[in-house]
């Protein structure tokens, strides 16, 4: 295991050992001496049977009801607040953040799956645009660390999320809470669940959740950045005609309308004085957290998603028969400034992403008595995605690349013959088709047996088979400049814009990936006594091609001739990459569960490698597909709650991480690596290099009192503090850095049975940090970073009937 440089902890593995030697004796005696419970036992669906959180031998982390009321948690980006193992990126739109588990995940391209999937109820969410709403009504949310796929299949590479919504009740109950904060946030959610006969409940579910842009413009008449402004609506029917059979049907429906995401410049580059002379609004580099900017073009950001799924579960004497039915249609658009400028260089242009998806997983789980039990079951998915979009040039990118280039555009149109004012025309449009149809299915099985009291084999495997067919094709360019081959090597190929593109398939390339893969996991677990459980797991994980689905989709250099002879070459030929090739994963695991009455701890301690991680990053103009050959992180995690007493709990979950690109000689190029003759830019080596943006250590730590008063109310105060250790944001500027020093309370008071009210607030220390550092678009060494949210604060009242 690689050096913590002797920070807080110098080896967990010997902590671990050391807690696991305490005798069953000494275990016994603690849990007699603490005879009245204080911390429950938590059932988690983590293995896909129903276990507590001591018994179930993977390393998950577990948000419950109670934590997730008490603390407002809105989305899953507001569970990285309590859970360290998890960060959410943000990037230019709403439609773009990102889900990393023990600090890797995925890009959110168009046509990049997630190497951390997300569930809801058991139904697969292929990509964040489908994850993004305000969480419903929910049971609880496990987090499962590490390759998952045996079980979940090739989405899982990283880790899962998995969010277990409450079931219609037969006994009727339901609340409304109305809430207010600062920044003019206003939100509303009801819920309502009761029985139609003895064998049907129901249950509908809604909310609203709006708040003001916390970023100011700067230009009159523009609308503030980062606002919220989303619906949802859930219905639910739970059927049990017998004590054997259970159906419950689940619709839901939620949008989102938002103007996203707003970014600072640390560094102005050489445009400056371009954009100033056009009388453009330069931001104050002296102060990246001004909360202010000069867009002139909102961002603005629409998703619709909406799905339908059926659970059938069917007991029968020897096993439990488990079916998920679902469909789902994700669609959404983007539009919005290209440049961050108060000058109009660009906007985006589109017409509309729609995904649409089925998918079905049946499922046998044993349920008898016996050494042996077991799960076998298969998953099939089928997904279509269908967009159209791209830019359309503004009235000042002219002048502005006039500038850039010393007034030369009109000597250049004279001397190839080309109309005055033809190249970068305002207007100039450039529209892209993109498709991608997915075929997968997966078959899976995991065996337990108990070779005695004290010690469990696990053997699981999967099987899992995905077909893709990408289409990319360019169905409107009108830039002129950027079609001429012959500019591609002079002086002006830095400033070429959206060149031609090879349209996907070609009589080259087919645009198909064919790829399979068999997963599995190994592990050992011993029981010490009722209280303390070990286990030593060895598991991998599989993630298939993703393709490029964007207007920077290019093929391999090494395909030149071949297009060229095939008479589908640009004739201003850029190459790069069309896909990033499967992903593998493999963790060596150790991990130890405790509970007591009055003290639980959840410990795992590994060792992790991604082989042809899948990566994507952005220069500034293009955006680049690839992948690192080899990557591993070291480190353990550790999830502990404390209750000397029922009125106060403390918590501590960290997570310490060590990662290193151990082998990346393709990395994408960054913003400052050199050109070739074609105008493309070279490949970057960072082996041996840490990657960016993984925090060494993250932990929060919490504190939650409840007390009862003495005229029959009761109260709770909470509080979170979250830190995360000073880690660089960026591989290409190694300047920025962040780390967080974040604090979130909460206290609520229930008057009677019926009604109560809170007050929350977070980021109250009103910290300020970068997180994550990008070279602006179309602005060559201006060097943008976008910031994390302000404090905010608000409260609720709430009515139960």
């Keep these: ?56 031998p993977i390393a998950v982390a577990v948000i419950t009801k109670e934590a997730i009321e008490q603390t407002q948690v809105f989305d899953i980006a507001d569970l990285q607040a309590l859970i360290p193992t998890l960060k959410v990126g ?200 001004h909360r202010t900017h000069v867009f002139k073009d909102i961002p603005r950001s629409k998703i619709e998603d909406q799905g339908l799924s059926i659970h059938i579960e069917r007991d029968f004497d020897q096993f439990t028969l488990t079916s998920i039915s679902a469909v789902r249609k994700n669609e959404f658009a983007n539009g919005g400034n290209v440049g961050g400028t108060t000058i109009a260089i660009a906007s985006g242009i589109s017409k509309g992403t729609e995904i649409d998806s089925i998918s079905q997983e049946f499922r046998l789980t044993s349920t008898s008595e016996g050494p042996l039990s077991w799960i076998a079951g298969g998953f099939y998915f089928d997904e279509k995605i269908s967009s159209e979009n791209g830019l359309v040039y503004g009235d000042d990118i002219r002048p502005y690349v006039s500038g850039l280039t010393g007034g030369l555009l009109p000597a250049i149109e004279a001397s190839l013959g080309v109309p005055p004012g033809v190249f970068f025309a305002g207007g100039t449009r450039v529209i892209n088709q993109l498709k991608q149809d997915n075929k997968d299915y997966s078959l899976f099985g995991k065996v337990d047996y108990e070779f005695n009291d004290s010690w469990t084999g696990t053997l699981g495997l999967n099987y899992t088979n995905d077909k893709k067919q990408a289409l990319v094709r360019q169905v409107e360019n009108g830039d002129v400049f950027s079609s001429i081959g012959a500019l591609a090597a002079g002086p002006l190929g830095g400033v070429q814009f959206r060149p031609p593109l090879v349209n996907l398939p070609n009589p080259v390339e087919d645009g198909k990936s064919d790829d399979s893969d068999t997963t599995y996991q190994l592990r050992l677990a011993y029981k010490v006594n009722d209280s303390l459980n070990m286990y030593l797991s060895h598991a991998t994980g599989f993630k298939s091609t993703s393709w490029d689905l964007s207007e920077f989709t290019r093929p391999d250099r090494s395909l030149a001739a071949e297009l060229t002879a095939a008479g589908v070459n640009s004739s201003n030929p850029k190459y790069g990459s069309r896909l990033s090739s499967p992903e593998y994963s493999t963790v060596n695991e150790f991990g130890v569960k405790y509970w007591s009455p009055k003290f639980a701890l959840n410990l795992a301690v590994f060792t992790q490698q991604l082989e042809d991680f899948q990566v994507r990053s952005f220069d500034g103009v293009d955006f680049f597909q690839a992948n690192a050959g080899e990557t591993s992180v070291d480190g353990f995690e550790v999830d502990m709650r404390y209750s000397p007493v029922e009125s106060w709990t403390f918590t501590l979950a960290a997570t310490f991480l060590d990662p290193i690109y151990d082998d990346f000689s393709n990395a994408p190029p960054t913003p400052t690596s050199p050109r070739d003759a074609d105008g493309n830019r070279l490949p970057a080596d960072l082996s041996g290099t840490k990657p960016a943006n993984i925090a060494e250590e993250r932990f929060v730590l919490g ?99």
């Design 703 to 801: 504190v939650l009192y409840n007390h009862s008063l003495s005229n029959g109310m009761d109260m709770f105060v909470r509080a979170d503090y979250q830190y995360e250790s000073d880690v660089k944001v960026s591989t290409a500027n190694p300047e920025f850095s962040r780390e967080v020093k974040n604090l979130g309370m909460s206290a609520g008071l229930n008057i009677n049975q019926n009604l109560s009210m809170q007050v929350w607030g977070r980021n109250l220390t009103d910290d300020e940090n970068i997180l994550s550092v990008f070279g602006a678009a179309a602005q060559p060494g201006t060097i943008s970073a976008f910031i994390n949210q302000p404090r905010s604060y608000g409260a609720s009242l709430n009515y139960r009937f």
């Design 90 to 289: 943000t990037a230019t739109r709403t439609t773009s953040q990102t889900f990393n588990i023990r600090g890797f995940g995925s890009s959110s391209a168009l046509g990049t799956e997630p190497s951390v999937g997300v569930f809801v109820d058991g139904v697969f969410r292929s990509r964040s645009t489908g994850a993004l709403a305000d969480l419903p009504r929910l049971e609880r949310v496990e987090v499962l660390s590490g390759p998952q796929s045996t079980l979940f299949g090739k989405n899982a590479s990283a880790g899962v999320i998995s969010i277990i919504t409450e079931a219609p009740s037969f006994e009727k109950n339901g609340d409304v809470q109305l809430s207010v904060g600062n920044y003019n946030h206003t939100g509303a959610k009801a819920y309502f669940s009761g029985g139609v006969s003895d064998t049907l409940a129901m249950s509908v579910s809604g909310g609203i959740n709006k708040r003001d842009g916390y970023t100011e413009a700067v230009l009159d008449g523009i609308d503030d950045v980062d606002n919220r402004n989303r619906w949802n609506i859930r219905g639910q029917a739970l059927w049990q005609p017998n004590p054997e059979t259970s159906v419950r049907i689940i619709a839901d429906h939620s949008n989102i309308d938002e103007i996203c995401c707003a970014a600072t410049n640390l560094i102005n580059g050489t445009t400056s004085a371009a954009i100033s002379a056009l009388g453009g609004v330069l931001y104050d580099t002296t102060d990246p957290f």
């Design 1 to 56: 295991m690689k050096s913590y440089n002797n920070k807080i902890i110098r080896n967990p593995l010997l902590a671990a050992l050391a807690l696991a030697g305490l005798t069953s004796g000494q275990v016994q005696a603690q849990v007699e001496q603490d005879a009245d419970k204080v911390i429950d036992q938590i059932i988690v669906t983590a293995s896909k049977r129903a276990l507590t959180l001591q018994e179930t």
